[in-house]
C-alpha cells in the first residue's frame, strides 16, 4: 500500500458532511461492498448508500466517485463514477450504482469503470496485497451539467471536476484479501 493522498495535489477546498448507513469512515467495506464481478467470493458489487449536507452555496450538481489509490498500476483504480447528480439530491440508496443505475435520480449517469462496467463495481485487491484504501467522494460542482460524455472515463470526468469543484466530502474504507 503506497501512502499517496489523490487529493494532494488538487486545490484545497471547503468540506462537507458525508454519512453512510453502509460504511464507516476508517472501516473496512462490508463483504456486499467486494466485487462479485471479478471473482471475490461473497462480493455482490453493491453501491454504498450515501448521505451529503452542508454543501457549498452555489451548488448547481454533485459527482461521486470511488477510487483506490492503492491498486497495483500507476493509475489506481476507478471503481465508480456518477456525473451531473441534481443540487436538490443529496443522497443515494444502497444499491444504486447496478447494472441500469436504476436508484440514480434523472439526469445523473454512470460512467464506466476501469473495468469498462458502467455501474459499482466493489473492492477486488490482489490475495495478499495488504490493506487498500478506497475514498468515496461526493464533489459539489458550480455547474448543472459537467459536459463529460457517458462513455468518458473516471479520469477525464475528475478533469473536468478540477475546474468547477466548490467542495468536497470524503468516506475512506478500507479492503483487503488475505493470501
Given at each position: 500500500m503506497t501512502a499517496n493522498d489523490p487529493f494532494a495535489r488538487l486545490p484545497e477546498v471547503p468540506g462537507f458532511s458525508l454519512t453512510s448507513s453502509t460504511v464507516?469512515?476508517?472501516a473496512p467495506w462490508p463483504q456486499a461492498q467486494f466485487s462479485g464481478a471479478f471473482g471475490v467470493p461473497g462480493g455482490q458489487d453493491?453501491?454504498?448508500?450515501?448521505?451529503?449536507?452542508?454543501?457549498?452555496?452555489?451548488?448547481k450538481s454533485y459527482a461521486v466517485t470511488v477510487f483506490d489509490p492503492?491498486?497495483?498500476?500507476?493509475?489506481?483504480?476507478?471503481?465508480?463514477a456518477v456525473a451531473n447528480?441534481?443540487?436538490?439530491?443529496?443522497?443515494?440508496?444502497?444499491?444504486?450504482?447496478?447494472?441500469?443505475?436504476s436508484g440514480l435520480p434523472a439526469g445523473a449517469y454512470q460512467l464506466p469503470n476501469d473495468?469498462?462496467?458502467?455501474?459499482?463495481?466493489?473492492a477486488a485487491p490482489p490475495a495478499g496485497h495488504g490493506a487498500h484504501r478506497y475514498f468515496i467522494t461526493v464533489h459539489a460542482l458550480d455547474v448543472e451539467d459537467i459536459g463529460v460524455p457517458a462513455e468518458a472515463t473516471p479520469g477525464f470526468l475528475g478533469f473536468n471536476i478540477f475546474s468547477h469543484i466548490l467542495g468536497r466530502a470524503t468516506i475512506v474504507v478500507t479492503g483487503e484479501i488475505p493470501a
Open positions: 464507516t469512515d476508517g453493491v453501491s454504498p448508500q450515501l448521505s451529503w449536507s452542508g454543501a457549498p452555496e452555489g451548488t492503492d491498486a497495483p498500476t500507476m493509475s489506481g483504480f476507478w471503481h465508480w447528480i441534481p443540487a436538490s439530491v443529496t443522497s443515494l440508496d444502497e444499491g444504486a450504482g447496478d447494472d441500469t443505475g473495468g469498462r462496467l458502467s455501474r459499482f463495481v466493489g
